[in-house]
């Protein structure tokens, strides 16, 4: 785990650099900072963790698809360049997070310059795959890589190029890497090959690749590409493809969106015929065009995913973990208080039958069977209740351990359940260890002021986005973006 100072350091830098670029998200991370301290102080977040060095704040692309799609094909044309490997079969079976760089010429990087980097995405990648396939975080070099490329359209963002797969066939491992690169990619671009037009020999890969789409908040940011369609040119139907490909994606539940149908130029089979030659080009250039301006303003759609990380991150706290957390400290509590009850009363019981035989209770006697072991100690009232207090103390606390293991999994379930995201289970266990008081209603460090902290937060998150709206939208057409103001 990094220490306080270094990732205090990263953030004080990260601050530096959107000072300059973007000052909505600069506040963004002020607004982060806010959230830390809150999580920090009921066990949500470890010290020295922050939730703005767990997204990537750099425009994230990423590029999708099947074996021989045209992916790579596609990347060396949009940077103009030759930085991935192309042909018919499986050239490459790693993920490629391809960045900007002055050098000269192409650089290629092992996995673990990804996975030990967090400025950029995968960062901690390898101990994800160790959770669905144990051993093989180790092989992170078998599994990613970097490369470093001097191409002008990649200044500012970030390209992702994933090996090509059918999900039936493929290890858990990559799968849990394309679930991690969607998750946080601003850009998906989907590829399909159009000289394959059946496509239910793909049902698995649409199934990985489109069915998650429709329960996604963020549906929007997939583009479907039917790519190499001039292989169709031969038979002129182009329409009965993409309507195959349509059908297929209707049935997985998606019935919205378009597919995108291109090729590329340099790759391209001859067309004979002008006039077809010319349809052809110019549905091509036209949606070449519209992916290309995606790619382009993929910045925009950046800010705005920040700003819905940061007001999901305060909605998880504040209407997700703390309801769970005060539920769970309310079972807890009512374990533990049932349970020293009962002990309580068996003490007193004890206590009472000891009282009793021993002659304090004139006109009383009573020998329990386990008196006569009593009797031959010379114990005192006080005596003999300090040691049972002592034991029924000892008791307690290991009626509290026993209630904690007994609920961490109900709050497991519970997060999982309501898509909250953080250490649930090891802040239930930091509200239960010995200094808490079991009579405790609200969980550590969530008070009015936590309160306000969060909903502050949350209405800052109102106000970055109409700031971004205010720079990129201007409905009416005025010098104010939204008319007269006042």
Request: aromatic share 8%; glycine share 8%; net charge neutral.
């Amino acid at each position: 785990m990094p220490s306080e100072e270094v990732v205090s350091q990263r953030l004080i830098n990260l601050e530096r650099h959107l000072e300059q670029e973007n000052p909505v998200l600069l506040s963004a991370v002020q607004s982060f900072r806010e959230l830390d301290k809150v999580a920090h102080a009921m066990g949500l977040l470890p010290t020295g963790e922050s939730y703005a060095t767990q997204i990537p704040w750099w425009p994230l692309i990423s590029v999708l698809g099947t074996f021989s799609s045209g992916k790579s094909t596609f990347i060396n044309h949009y940077l103009g360049q030759k930085v991935q490997r192309t042909g018919n079969q499986a050239v490459d079976d790693r993920f490629t997070v391809i960045c900007y760089s002055r050098a000269a010429t192409t650089q290629a990087l092992p996995g673990v310059a990804l996975d030990a980097d967090p400025r950029f995405p995968l960062y901690r990648i390898s101990s994800s795959i160790n959770q669905v396939a144990s051993g093989e975080g180790a092989r992170i070099d078998a599994y990613l890589q970097l490369k470093a490329c001097p191409s002008e359209v990649l200044r500012g963002k970030i390209l992702i190029d994933s090996p090509g797969f059918d999900a039936d066939k493929q290890r858990t491992a990559t799968l849990r890497i394309v679930d991690h690169i969607i998750d946080l990619s601003d850009l998906v671009l989907v590829f399909f090959d159009a000289r394959h037009p059946e496509p239910g020999a793909m049902r698995d890969t649409l199934h990985h690749l489109v069915g998650k789409t429709i329960h996604r908040a963020d549906p929007g940011k997939f583009m479907f590409i039917l790519n190499q369609i001039d292989m169709t040119a031969r038979e002129d139907n182009p329409e009965d493809v993409v309507a195959a490909w349509q059908r297929a994606l209707g049935e997985e539940g998606l019935t919205a969106g378009r597919f995108y149908t291109i090729y590329c130029p340099e790759a391209a089979s001859p067309i004979e015929e002008p006039a077809l030659r010319r349809r052809y080009e110019s549905k091509r250039d036209t949606d070449l065009a519209e992916i290309h301006g995606r790619m382009h303003s993929v910045e925009v759609e950046r800010a705005y995913r920040i700003v819905g990380a940061l007001d999901k991150t305060a909605n998880d706290i504040g209407e997700g973990a703390a309801p769970i957390l005060t539920q769970a400290l309310s079972r807890w509590r009512r374990r533990v208080l049932t349970a020293d009850a009962i002990l309580l009363a068996i003490v007193g019981v004890m206590f009472l039958f000891w009282s009793i035989g021993a002659g304090h209770w004139q006109g009383l006697t009573y020998d329990p069977p386990w008196y006569t072991v009593l009797e031959q100690v010379s114990w005192g009232p006080k005596a003999l209740f300090g040691i049972l207090a002592g034991l029924a103390l000892a008791a307690h606390f290991g009626i509290r351990r026993l209630a904690t293991k007994g609920l961490v999994d109900w709050v497991r379930l519970r997060a999982a359940a309501s898509n909250v995201e953080g250490n649930l289970a090891g802040a239930f266990a930091y509200n239960t260890t010995p200094w808490r008081t079991v009579l405790a209603a609200t969980p550590a460090g969530w008070g009015p002021e936590a309160r306000r902290r969060v909903e502050q937060v949350l209405q800052n998150c109102d106000a970055y986005v109409q700031t971004l709206n205010d720079r990129f939208t201007n409905p009416s057409g005025s010098e104010s973006p939204f008319g007269p103001q006042g």
